[in-house]
């Protein structure tokens, strides 16, 4: 227990959690059940990837970025190929446009199912959270299906995609879009008249415009306010310049927006997918990119499932880049989340914090280990069996 | 009908051995029920037996700042408690083995011992997952408690007895009072879930918020009691309300039908709610749940 | 229109239906034919272009050089590094290296089977008695 | 607003505090700052309306060495901070250079609240201090990290090596 002066009780979340699927720290000052403060503290898997990518070639460099996070791995290393190929001026063919705009887009159908899910378990809602994930399989098996892995799907390389989409493919596509499509729409149904369910997401953790705006909100969350702020209708990138989408919001602000946002998210993700696979343009799937990439800087910007994906990547002359900075969706919701928590009940924090859909992996990319020998940081397995033993001698 | 010896009865019928084996059985025919609801497998017939082995087999770890005696005697109390009240209940439809008038009332504070000594398992320690849980426990037991007490009370009005085995006899004799109190038992129904700390009730030991709630600390064989001691609360629960409302326990095959029954719904309804916020469980309890059940009453006593 | 408990028909539904749990070891799915497992090389056509070993982001592949006149190489492949990415095959330009999905439950509790090389039997033994010869002569000299 | 009409904008708004400016992308101004006009030239597009700050982006210049040698501690040179803001396509990134040896640039957070975060990286990674934030605490990087090595630096090769 941690009093401090004026008697305010401090109640920690994380670093670990059931609230938080990954470590992350919170620090919330409660008066009875009412929030009065509230911090953070990131970095538990900082993985130094800015840092690494300095010492990689530039096509290493797109799997490590592509591991920064699982659930949104496919837009990284498409930001990372995007903005390698503006620098390098490779125009890259359109079947493999479309390819990454596909892929991009299942994955945001994964990621929106999955957050649902998270987001209900949170509330306490598990059958839902059960039936959601159960439909998330769909897309994660047509993922699986198309790139041979369910996450780090690695379909990107400089110069375009490496995997083809053959009809067979696209048939099995179709059908799971008519499944997920009907799925969606029940929760959608769902998740805005149960009440039950809305007494813990109705006017909870409201954010409005003017703050969304102000705060640097990005994605869902900003979208939720009714701040139009979509990568993909801003600045059309991939195969979003031939098929547009259109930028979903709603202007409640609460977490009940957050959801029907991301689920009305999933129906038009749906809507996109079937056009791409009714006009898939034909043509090689990539393109060749020199080794050594000319010099210049560029900002190359791309929306991942939860907001607005920032990538800064400098290029010597060299075949290793100068510097690459990930500025990932998450970062800029942290603040406009922890400035709002204030005078919300503390039964409401969990869902608050995950209404942004936070991916602590996605924000934290530092610290690399490599001398394992002389480092008493780093035990091997032996040792901790070994301080195991001792410790309960 | 039969009587038990009382030795016997404290030991292995119906108080001890019998009703460890049917509390795990119950538990775990309600975890199947729910995962089956939610598409899911479920645990296997034996789980909960082999949780509690597990668990009884383990080191049991007394925290730093708390008083030792209270954390190790806490649990054995609440069980104790659950026990206790099963001598009082016609349980596997025999006839209880201690009957007085006024049992009634005895076996309501039994059980609600459970949860006090879950309150106070909670505030002993320094957890503050275990403050807030335990905060929370004792504000849920307060609201539930008068709205599942009052839903209990129309059959003994009916009755003109506070005695258990009458008001089962009573309601062997005349037509189901589920009939006549459709209220009474819904609220009664939804009480002892409250009582059982069930979702949309879990409020007090809502993992994603608090961990465990009051039990985030205990492990080991205190854990393993508080397990089991809510396990019996839920038998000795299902046997209370259906013995009032469903047409009384005549005979075992009728306790396990009547009893499974309601667990049935007991699941179900599990399944469909999200967690009620505790200021949501209160505000339901007082502004909905004690009204109904008094209304429920007014016309019991009118008629 | 609000409702309480809207998802019960689901739930009803569900009670009868099958469970959607895999039972996975004892019950396995098949996996798609893209699924990327194990690595595999085939020596025949390879020209020790290396360009697989330096856009391997784990350094998870060697290429030891045998004899460079006569192609002949051997792989040393560290399956405990290897991240699937598959982008050695991509940049294979004599199509040399294969992942297959046949073999892909790669767990296990020694590290012994991560390890694994490749190449023509005859000039890995031939190697391997070189070694040996080597790892003779350096006992030799410490005696 | 398009594209060329916003960067317009944004270019005679921040015309008292340019240094020199440049068009590294088609939908890209970077304007190069002093360092003490920072807060001003935030404000003038925070009044404006004109974007959100998007990022913080940190870049190591230390001076080039001499030919064979490597980069150490010892090196000099200067850090490069960006702040770009976007606006629809476009995108206007305010460029500010600060030598090794006197790392100090204003805070943000009295105009963007949000961006403490950003900052709090800054310092971590570079050692840039941050004239005014409300929050020095260690962010991503551990409590026991030590004084004066900054992962993002060039020199930085790892812990316990330079």
Known sequence: MTTNKTNKF????????????????FEFTVDGEIVTGATARLGYVHRGIEKATESRNWIQDVYILERICGICSHVHAMAFAQGVEMLANVEIPPRARAIRTLIAELERIHSHMLWAGVAAHEGGFDTLFMYIWRDRETVMELLEMLTGNRVNYSANVLGGVKFDVQQDQIDEIRKGMDKLEERSRYYLEIVTTDETFLGRTRSIGIMDKKDAAVLGAVGPTARASGVERDVRVDVPYAYYPDFPTVSITDNAGDLEARFVVRMKEVLESVRLIREILDHLPEGDLAVRVPRRIPEGQVISRVEAPRGELFYYIESNGTDTPERVKVRTPTLPNWGSVLALAVGHKLADMPMILVGIDPCFSCNDRMVHITNNKNNDQVWSWEQLRQYGIEYYK | MIKVTPLLALLIFPGGLFLLNIGMFYEWIDRKLVARFQNRIGPRWFQPLADTIKLLAKEEIIPEKVHAGLFTFLPVFGMAGAL????????????????????????????SMMTLCLGLAGSNTVNRFSLVGATRTLTQLFSYEAPFM??????????????ISEINFFAQDNIWILVTQPI?????????????????FDAPEAETEIVSGALTEYSGRGLALFHVGKDIELVIGLTLVS?????????????????????VVMALLQSLFARLRIDQTVGLWWRLGALLALIQLLVVLVF | MLQIGSLVGNVLQSLFKRPDTELYPFEKKEVPPRLRGTLVWNPDKCTGCMLCVKDCPANALELVVLDKKNKKFMMRYHADRCI???????????????????????????????????????????????KEAQSDAENNGQE | MNTTEALAKAETLLGSVTVSSDRPQENRLDIDIKTEDLQKSIQILIDNEWGYLSAIVGVDRPDKPADGEEITADTNGKVEILYPFCEGNAIVTLRLSV???????????????SATLYEREMIEMYGIEIKGTPDTNKLLLPDDWPEGQYPLRKSFKGLGQS
């Open chain 2, 184 to 200: 009474g038992f819904l609220v009664a129904l939804i009480g002892l879930m409250g009582k059982l700390e069930l979702p949309p």
């Open chain 2, 150 to 163: 009052l839903a209990l009370l129309g059959p003994a009005i009916l009755t003109q007895s506070w005695q």
């Open chain 2, 243 to 263: 013995a009032f409302y469903l047409g009384g326990l005549a005979n075992p095959l009728e306790f396990v039908l009547k009893t499974l029954g309601l667990l």
């Open chain 1, 10 to 25: 401090t109640v920690p979340i994380g670093p670990q959690h059931p609230a938080l699927k990954e470590p992350g720290h």
């Open chain 2, 84 to 111: 206790a009240s099963a001598l009082y209940v016609p349980l596997a439809g025999f006839a209880p083995s201690y009957s007085f008038s006024g049992d009634l009332i005895v076996v309501l504070y039994l059980l």
């Open chain 3, 84 to 130: 699937y990415c598959s982008q050695c095959v991509v940049s294979c330009r004599m199509n040399c290296l294969k992942m297959i999905s046949e073999e892909w439950e790669l767990a296990s509790a020694q590290k012994e089977p991560f390890f694994v090389e490749y190449g023509k039997s005859e000039e890995i033994e031939q190697l391997l008695l070189e």
């Open chain 4, 99 to 113: 030598p090794y040896d006197n790392p100090v640039v204003d805070t943000i957070c009295t105009i963007i609240p």
